[in-house]
C-alpha cells in the first residue's frame, strides 16, 4: 500500500459493531467481564482502549512499523524511552534539539543517574568518540528545532548497529510523508503529535513506533505502568488527522519552499535556515533520505537584535504568534523566548538559536497571503 492510502486505510478497519467508518470514541475506564478474566480483550484504558488502539495501528502504518503506541504528549513518548535505561547509562543526543527534550533529559533524568551526551551529528563519525560501555541510546532530531540541520540517519545507524545501540528518532518536524526512519534503520520513531499528525492545533499528544516485538512488549510495559496515555476523544482527533496527513504535508512543502525563496530574496533578510537550498550545508542528505523540505523556516533579519525580531512577530497578523508548529494555520515563533527559553543562553547561541532568529511553521492558507503579512511586518522595521 503506497503512503496516501495508508493514511487512509493503514492499520484500520471498519468497527465490529455496526461497521462506522471511523472507529467510535470509546469514552470508557472500565469494560464488563462475565467472570473474572472473562472480557473481550479490554479490561481497562490505561491499557488498552479500542480507539486509542485504532490510532496506534494507524500510526504503526505510516511510519512502516510494527507496533505504536500513543501517550498524552510528546514529552511522554521521550519519557517512556528513556525509562527502557537505568542508572549509570549513557545516551548522545543531538545538540540541536527541542528544548523540551533537553529539559526532560538534564532536569528530570540527569537526576535518576542517567547522562546525556549533546554533540553536534551532522558528522556522523563524532559520535563513535562519545560511546563507551555504558552509551545505551542515540537520541537524534532531524530536521533540528529550530536550526534546520539534517542529520543522516543512515549512516548514524551503522554506529548504533556497530556498538550495539538504540537508536531513536524524533520524526515530528519531517513527518513519515517525507522521512520515515525506521526504514533508515532506526529502533524507535517518536512523534510529537501534537504538530503534523493532529496537524489542528487541537490537541496535545505524542506517539512511538517500533519494529521489534521485544521492544514493543518493554515500552508496552512501561506506557501501561508509568500511565502517560492519552484518552480516547484525542486519539480520535489524532486518527483523523492522519487521513489528511498527505495532503496537508503536500500544501506546507509547496508553500514553506515558496516563502522560503521569498525571504532569500529579501534583501531585509540575514540568513534563512530551510533544508531545501543548495547551498544548505547538509542539502544532499536532506534530498536523500527526505522527500521534501517541509514547512518549518527560521530566519535572522540584517542587523536584528532581540527586539526587532520580537517586533517583527508582534506585526504578523495572518501568522499567529504562537508556540508549537504543524497546524493547518501559520504560526510564528521566537525561539529565544518561547519554545528554547529553558536552554541557557549561551548553550543555545552555540547552535545559532541567537535573540534574532524568528520560526516560522507555515500553514496551508494560501501563500500569497502569508507573503504579503510577512512583507508588512518586516517593512514596519526596515
Ligand atoms: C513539540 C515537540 C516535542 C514535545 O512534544 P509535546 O507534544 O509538546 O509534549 C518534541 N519534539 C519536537 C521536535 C517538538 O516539536
New binding site residues.
Partial sequence: MKFNTKTIHGGQEHDPAYGSVMPPIYQTSTYAQSTPGGHKGYEYSRTHNPTRNALENALASIENGKFGLAFG??????DAVIKLLKPGDEVISTND??G??YRLFTKIFEGFGVKFHFIGMENASKIEEYVNPKTKLIWV?TPT?PMMNIIDIKEINKISKRYNLLLAV?N??ATPYLQRPLDLGADIV??????YIGGHSDL???ALVVKDEGLAERLYFIQNASGAVCGPQDSFLALRGIKTLHVRMQRHCENGEVIARYLKNNSAIEKVYWPGFEDHPNHAIAKEQMDGYGGMISFVTKGSDYHSAIKIVENLKVFTLAE???GVESLAGHPASM?HASIPKEEREKTGVVDSLIRLSVGIEDVDDLIADLEQAINKIY
Fill in positions: 504528549s510528546g514529552l511522554a513518548a521521550i534539539l527541542y523540551g527534550t532530531e528545532n524524533d515530528t518536524f517518536m512523534h510529537s503529535a501534537t504538530k496535545v499528544m505524542g508549537s508548529l504543524g519554545t
